[in-house]
Antibody, heavy 122, light 107 residues
Framework: QITLKESGPAVVAPTQTLTLTCSFSGFSLRTSGMAVGWIRQPPGKALEWLALIYWDDDKRYIPSLKNRLAITKDTSKNQVVLTLTNMDPVDTGTYYC??????????????WGQGTLVTVAS | DIQMTQSPSSLSASVGDRVTITCRASQNIDSYLNWYQQRPGTAPRLLIYAASTLHSGDPSRVSGTGSGTDFTLTISSLQPEDFATYYCQQSYNTPYTFGQGTKLEIK
């Protein structure tokens, strides 16, 4: 059974850095074709893909936030960490991590973690 | 970036109805199109991948069609658990963009 779970602060002050950890089990990021991504959702709004890290350490970011985002992995701990600098109230929302199965047409996010709500406020 | 546009944004229907949601990509994405369902207060879950392949465990009343730029998600004979928000997402290239969502409500 594959599971993912996000952890991190519930409240972050403006201008501070958000650090979120995705802890997963049931698969390995040493396996070819595996990746973990982060997706966020402002309250009442749509999903927005943020970042992705592949088994070979290739990393991809949404261009609009590329200067503020960083994604890393610790394969020994089965964890992926996302950092987002210079937090602003518009960054408030639920942050999800999800496994990406990368195989040509069969490339999709499944399963997803339960999500963690992050509020940017002083 | 590839833009994904869903229609309608919201839809009211009754149990037993058949509904169709459309998703249009701003450029050709072949069949690199996935559909997710999100029930209130829960994480999204995969419904359909590669435009038409039903994810394991999902009911056969859900189907997806399309290729290129135009795609549809159809749910036949709506059940109470189908009332949720549906998102399309392209996996043709990064950034992996989502549509704005279609909220399916009970009439």
């Amino acid at each position: 059974q594959i599971t993912l779970k996000e952890s991190g602060p519930a409240v972050v002050a403006p201008t501070q850095t958000l650090t979120l950890t995705c802890s997963f089990s049931g698969f390995s990021l040493r396996t070819s074709g595996m990746a973990v991504g982060w997706i966020r959702q402002p309250p009442g709004k749509a999903l927005e893909w943020l970042a992705l890290i592949y088994w070979d350490d290739d990393k991809r970011y949404i261009p609009s936030l590329k200067n503020r985002l960083a994604i890393t992995k610790d394969t020994s701990k089965n964890q992926v960490v996302l950092t987002l600098t210079n937090m602003d109230p518009v960054d408030t929302g639920t942050y999800y991590c999800a496994r990406l199965s990368w195989s040509g047409l069969d490339t999709f996010f499944s399963p997803w973690g339960q999500g963690t709500l992050v509020t940017v406020a002083s | 970036d590839i833009q994904m546009t869903q229609s309608p944004s919201s839809l009211s229907a009754s149990v037993g109805d058949r509904v169709t949601i459309t998703c249009r990509a701003s450029q050709n994405i072949d069949s690199y199109l996935n559909w997710y369902q999100q029930r209130p207060g829960t994480a999204p879950r995969l419904l359909i991948y590669a435009a038409s392949t039903l994810h394991s465990g999902d009911p056969s009343r859900v189907s997806g069609t399309g290729s290129g730029t135009d795609f549809t998600l159809t749910i036949s004979s709506l059940q109470p658990e189908d009332f949720a928000t549906y998102y399309c997402q392209q996996s043709y290239n990064t950034p992996y963009t989502f549509g704005q969502g279609t909220k399916l409500e009970i009439k």
